[in-house]
């Protein structure tokens, strides 16, 4: 049965869609007003409670948490934190203001597939919810008239709520590199900013946000004829997590590899950019088109997860991943309005060789094709292997490979390169296995062992949330002497003056 055979005569029409709605600073002013006396009227944030560090051993000041990465997830860790009463705490990102994470980077789709009602980065305040930011400018007819949520929308939505809870963000400072102490106690980074300037500092945990592909990096096809430094690839050959000049493509042609959101969503940039003619080519016969993601994430899941038995949970990822996720269907509808689109099922490539004039793509059946630039919408690889920053603790690192039977482990080759962590999102392994446990992986590479926490918006609330309790318990723990100590040392009469009021000694 051929595709065509399911395709309705008619197709239902796309509601209107916008990256950015327009902003109104003062009704975001009043409802940050709000927000604090919210915030305020539950405490937020407690007392601070967490004792200094007693592993340095001199007056150098010592972090209690350093947070990489402040996009969506390092701001949630941090607003979670702090709600904990853990304040103590540097929130590092090497991009600029603004330039965290996807939406206003590479990201190229116009709203987000999440439903509008989705929450996470406001933890449950409803007047730091993404509603309440909408509604304040747009009202309820506005809110009740949107399709979905704006893609730059959702960037200021998160800057916003991170200006009005007080997470202070240092912009174009860089985590390079990780070590730690003798007896594994402390962890210190090396930190450089935007201008190459180096510091060091030391902490008692690290919290490693940095990114959906923070785990590893864009997953670039290999081909025989391909060479990631060669200068003809770079002007010609792009991966969709790249920066992409769509402007310089007007009357060109261009071919997208992938069926995932990124690949229609490039697809779609080049097509309204003036693109003469872009093709993609899917290898699969047909699109996914079920999101069997979206079934994993009740709150069941999102709770529950984590407890499962290794081959349970490993049963649950390895499918979903087989399954593949499918694109939006707005993204589609988005590429399939020209003309001049062409999506090719069915049809993998066998080589890629760019040269000054062009690329040549080599389909599996020896035709070869012609065009003027390549994107790889390919996703991201899952691979420690490819961050830098803790390539020092790499090899030690325990990996679901150590957890499943080596034939299952090779079958789903990057399922098994999936860091195998613990309770509180912690780094685990038996070399440097007390420096490890202090560093914490917030993002995509926490899924096979904790669900979608940290990675896609509905389960964020729930895994920051888990990540500060967690961390929170270490802290608490490895001074609890200290604090036995400081509970005896407690003096503070709370029983004021009645008859009975016997002074202390
Ligand atoms: C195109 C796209 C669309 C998506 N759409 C949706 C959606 O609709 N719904 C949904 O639920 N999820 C979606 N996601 C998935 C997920 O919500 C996003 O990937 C989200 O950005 C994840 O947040 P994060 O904090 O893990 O990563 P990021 O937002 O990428 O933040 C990571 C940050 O770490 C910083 N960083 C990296 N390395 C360092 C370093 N060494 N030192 C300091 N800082 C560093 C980066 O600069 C970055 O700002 C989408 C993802 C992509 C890529």
């Not at 940050?32 to 000041?61: H, S, Y």
């Not at 830098?388 to 790499?394: K, N, V």
Request: proline fraction near 7%; aromatic fraction near 8%.
């Amino acid at each position: 049965m051929s595709p065509q055979a399911h395709t309705p005569r008619e197709l239902p029409p796309v509601p209107v869609q916008f990256a950015a709605s327009a902003r109104d600073a003062s009704a975001l002013e009043a409802l940050a007003r709000q927000a604090r006396a919210d915030l305020e009227r539950i405490n937020v944030p407690p007392p601070a409670w967490v004792l200094p560090a007693e592993a340095a051993t001199d007056d150098a000041p010592v972090l209690d948490v350093l947070v990489a990465g402040a996009g969506m997830c390092g701001q949630t860790a941090a607003f979670a934190l702090r709600r904990e009463g853990i304040v103590n705490v540097r929130l590092i990102d090497r991009a600029p203001r603004g330039g965290e994470g996807p939406w206003g980077t590479y990201a190229r789709m116009l709203t987000l597939r999440s439903p509008k009602q989705v929450g996470g980065p406001e933890l449950g305040v409803p007047s730091l919810s993404f509603r309440a930011w909408y509604e304040a400018q747009h009202g309820a007819d506005g809110w009740a008239a949107l399709h979905k949520i704006g893609r730059i929308d959702w960037r200021d939505y998160l800057l916003w709520l991170r200006d009005t809870v007080g997470l202070p963000v240092e912009n174009g400072v860089a985590l390079r590199k990780v070590s730690h102490s003798d007896d594994g106690r402390l962890l210190t980074a090396e930190l450089e900013d935007a201008h190459g300037r180096c510091e060091t500092v030391r902490t008692r945990q690290l919290v490693l946000a940095l990114g959906r592909d923070g785990s590893g990096a864009p997953r670039w096809p290999e081909f025989p004829s391909l060479k990631r430094d060669d200068a003809q690839a770079a002007a010609r050959v792009f991966h969709s997590a790249d920066a992409i000049d769509f402007g310089a493509w007007a009357g060109q042609r261009i071919a997208v590899l992938g069926a995932g959101a990124s690949a229609f969503d490039n697809a779609a940039s080049a097509l309204e950019a003036g693109a003469a003619q872009v093709v993609q080519f899917v290898r699969r016969p047909w699109l996914p088109q079920i999101n069997k993601s979206k079934a994993a994430s009740s709150h069941g899941f999102l709770r529950g997860f984590e407890a499962l038995d290794d081959m349970r949970k490993w049963r649950v990822y390895t499918y979903i991943f087989e399954q593949q996720v499918p694109p939006p269907w707005e993204t589609v509808r988005r590429c399939d309005a020209h003309a001049n689109f062409t999506l090719r099922l069915a049809t993998p490539w066998h080589d890629v060789a760019p040269d000054q004039g062009g690329v040549t793509v080599t389909l599996t059946d020896g035709t070869a094709e012609r065009f003027d630039a390549v994107i790889f919408g390919t996703g991201f690889d899952v691979d420690l292997l490819d961050r830098p920053e803790i390539a020092r603790y790499t090899p030690h690192i325990d990996t679901w490979a150590d957890h499943v039977p080596p034939e299952d482990a090779q079958r789903h080759a990057e399922a098994a390169r999936f860091p195998y962590l613990g309770t509180g999102f912690e780094l685990q392994g038996t070399t440097h296995g007390a420096a490890l446990r202090r560093m914490r992986l917030f993002n995509w590479g926490a899924t096979m062992s904790h669900g979608a926490l940290a990675g896609d918006i509905p389960g964020l609330a729930i895994g920051a949330t888990r990540l500060a309790q967690a961390v929170a318990r270490d802290l608490f723990v490895e001074d609890a002497d200290r604090h036995w100590a400081r509970l005896q040392a407690h003096t503070e009469p709370e029983l004021l003056a009645t008859r009975w009021y016997r002074p202390t000694d």
